[in-house]
């Protein structure tokens, strides 16, 4: 390494000054402001001066755009804020009623705030109006922009990223994934060209968020087929498959050849940011991304009505075509933040946006059979088996035809002519009958009386439209439930999938969850394909699931109308399974977000002996029924208090981030490093120079089990 010389470090600024500069006016103004060959030049002399002052090296440069070495894996990230999907209108009557539902709600809380008032009398000033974020949150509402504007955005076929800049650096760039947790995959997304690696701004926020999507342009995505048709590789289906496929690739080499582009769409600020920028609307939220150095579509428009909101989605129905990206629909948003804060989010959604999406692609198809399914909770459901057809880039053969209403509503018989879509383009679903081309020999579909699987009768309960078998012991409701049981957003046990629940409960090796938690070794062995080896993995991986939170416990139950977000809900109100089990459906009822239906359907589950006997042999099992708060406080002492551990190779069932977490939660120290400090060293498979340190310093080395066990006091 060479004497850093001043003069070097002004001119790596300079450079990269006029590379950025230049990378702006190229992918974002469409508008070079030098020749190519004087770029390369000027990038590899940037590069050249960076590889003989490697200290020099900064995440904004511009050779820092593709990494030099292929990622392992991507880490598993949580979002700072859900980022949450958006309600679909799929025509002008539902989009009406999401209007309409927002005006009703927006009255109903401004009511609500003038009763307040009045209690208050004129010189109480003691709360503040919805909305409030904290200091300054009343600024913010004070100067919010006319209730009934709307902004109209493109809803652009591609991947969500959440983006987060430090000092107007970019430091992450993560997926979507389940909208709580991402994957960081900051290297790839330093690949593409229309995301600045620095923000445009003189005084930047000390930390901003920024949303949007990723996306293929159509020849872009064109060109990546007709190479992949000619190296014989399979090609993907459409350019929404192949952006989110390139976001994974684990080299960032690939990922810069593909050529994605980006639009963002929101910013996430604390209040008082807000207040310093003036922002208070969506649309100057748009005006500040695009002086920050970001692409806004430039087909975005501020409209003042919904009818004017729907001349906008016409005109967009017709000319989407000539657009050279995909688009689904129209994203409406409320502009004004004031009314946004106001209205907030349901458990999915948020009140103040809708996508406005176009008609799906209808292809006709062929019903060749209908066969039912019954689910876990007993749910007889029809399904259409079809002639194969292209819809939407994907083979679709099979359709949900939901109940026995609905089929004697499209009045459909095997071998009739269909007309198929995609609702939301995601799920296949059946539009209507062709009777024209309809066979004379067919006959009306007619549910059974019996359930296909155990053969009991089925029985459909008054004001429902499902059939039911309300056999407990039917082996596809035992399947099912098992198989939600061990699924990721329950209990999450890794190599329990469905062909080999199938075989457990088939050789009546289980016949309920809490059976899982008494499966030996021995057992597991005898079944096909499961080897010793495996069989080991899949009783430590049912073993680590009692470290699973109570919510995820209670998710995992597979209780009516009691969902993932229900499922925390409910348990950030009762901490434990005893409040909840004795809790009246009017207790229930009293959480917010949680409808008669819901607390009718906890109550009920907790009264029955079965599910009595079964909580007491998941409490025996070792199971987690209070919330991780209370199970701390009744920990006399923290089992790993004062020792340090080492953990390398790959563990059986756990990431190391995870182990990592547990080992922290009980007392204990991770370091990356090993020295004579070190107590113990965590061994997982593929175990690399550590474990020879380790053996040579004389450490003791402990497995992925019996690092459970030593946890086991901190388990409950």
């Not at 790839?188 to 920024?210: D, F, H, K, M």
């Not at 459909?460 to 409701?477: D, L």
């Not at 999938?497 to 499966?519: F, M, P, R, T």
């Not at 997982?684 to 086991?712: D, P, R, T």
Request: glycine share 6%.
């Amino acid at each position: 390494m060479t004497q850093l010389n001043p003069k070097v470090e002004q001119r790596v600024q300079e450079l990269r000054q006029l590379l950025q500069k230049a990378s702006y006016a190229y992918y974002i103004l469409d508008n070079p402001i030098m020749e190519d060959a004087v770029y390369d030049q000027l990038y590899r002399e940037l590069q050249e001066l960076e590889l003989q002052h490697p200290e020099l090296v900064t995440l904004d440069s511009p050779t820092q755009r593709v990494g030099e070495k292929p990622a392992s894996q991507f880490s598993s990230v949580r979002h700072n804020i859900p980022l949450y999907s958006l309600e679909n209108a799929f025509n002008l009557g539902e989009f009406t009623k999401w209007q309409e539902r927002w005006q009703r709600h927006v009255l109903t809380l401004n009511q609500e705030d003038k009763r307040d008032e009045e209690t208050r009398g004129p010189g109480d000033a003691g709360t503040r109006g919805r909305g409030d974020k904290g200091d300054g949150g009343d600024k913010v509402l004070s100067k919010s922009a006319t209730p009934s504007e709307y902004i109209c955005e493109l809803k652009i076929d591609g991947s969500a990223l959440a983006l987060t800049y430090e000092n107007g650096v970019l430091v992450r760039g993560v997926t979507r994934g389940d909208g709580i947790t991402g994957e960081d995959i900051t290297q790839n997304v330093r690949t593409i060209r229309s995301i600045p690696l620095r923000l445009n701004l003189e005084q930047p926020p000390a930390v901003v968020e920024v949303r949007g999507e990723a996306f293929l342009p159509l020849d872009v995505f064109e060109q990546i087929n007709l190479e992949r048709e000619q190296a014989g590789e399979p090609l993907f289906a459409n350019p929404r498959n192949a952006a989110a496929g390139t976001l994974r690739q684990l080299d960032s080499r690939i990922v810069a050849q593909r050529r994605l582009d980006f639009f963002p769409y929101t910013l996430h600020l604390d209040t008082q940011e807000l207040i310093n920028l003036h922002l208070y609307s969506q649309w100057e939220a748009l005006e500040l991304l695009a002086s920050m150095g970001f692409p806004v579509n430039p087909h975005r428009q501020l409209r003042s009505s919904s009818q004017e909101v729907e001349e906008y989605y016409n005109y967009w129905d017709t000319n989407r075509h000539n657009l050279p990206y995909m688009t689904d629909g129209v994203v409406v948003k409320l502009n004004a933040f004031a009314i946004q804060e106001q209205l907030g989010f349901t458990q999915k959604f948020p009140r103040w946006a809708i996508a406005f999406k176009y008609p799906a692609e209808e292809a006709p198809t062929l019903v060749e059979a209908i066969s039912i399914n019954v689910g876990r909770t007993g749910a007889l459901t029809p399904l259409a088996h079809l002639q194969p057809v292209q819809l939407a880039g994907t083979t679709v053969q099979r359709a949900t035809l939901h109940n026995k209403d609905f089929i004697a509503q499209l009045d459909l018989r095997v071998g009739d002519t269909v007309i198929v879509r995609k609702a939301g383009e995601i799920i296949p679903e059946i539009v209507r009958v062709l009777p024209e081309l309809r066979p004379s020999d067919t006959q009306p579909f007619q549910m059974p009386s019996h359930c296909p699987v155990c053969g009991s009768q089925v029985v459909r309960q008054e004001g429902e439209a499902v059939t039911r078998c309300i056999n407990t012991s039917c082996p596809a409701i035992l399947k099912g439930a098992i198989t939600h049981w061990v699924s990721r957003k329950a209990l999450d046990i890794n190599g329990l999938g469905e062909k080999l629940v199938e075989q457990l409960v088939d050789q009546s090796l289980v016949l309920s969850v809490a059976d899982l938690y008494d499966l030996t070794v021995e057992q597991l062995t005898e079944l096909e394909r499961m080897g010793t080896k495996s069989a080991e993995k899949l009783v430590s991986a049912i073993a680590n699931s009692q470290i699973q939170p109570w919510s995820r416990v209670l998710y995992g139950l597979g209780i009516r109308h009691v969902g993932s977000v229900n499922a925390q809900t409910l348990t950030e109100q009762f901490p434990t399974l005893e409040q909840l089990a004795v809790a009246s459906p009017a207790d229930i009822e009293g959480v917010y977000s949680i409808g008669t239906e819901i607390a009718h359907s906890v109550s009920e589950w907790f009264q029955l002996k079965s599910n009595q006997i079964l909580i007491d042999r998941l409490r025996e099992a070792g199971l987690q029924l209070a919330a991780k708060a209370e199970t701390i406080a009744e920990i006399p002492s923290q089992p790993l208090s004062g020792k340090s551990f080492v953990i390398t190779g790959t563990l059986p069932t756990m990431k190391r981030e995870e182990a990592k977490e547990l080992i922290q939660q009980a007392g204990g120290k991770v370091s990356n490093s090993i020295s004579s400090k070190t107590d113990y060293l965590i061994v997982g498979e593929n175990a690399g120079s550590k474990l020879e340190k380790a053996q040579k310093l004389g450490i003791h080395q402990l497995s992925e089990q019996q690092l459970l066990k030593l946890l086991k006091p901190n388990l409950g």
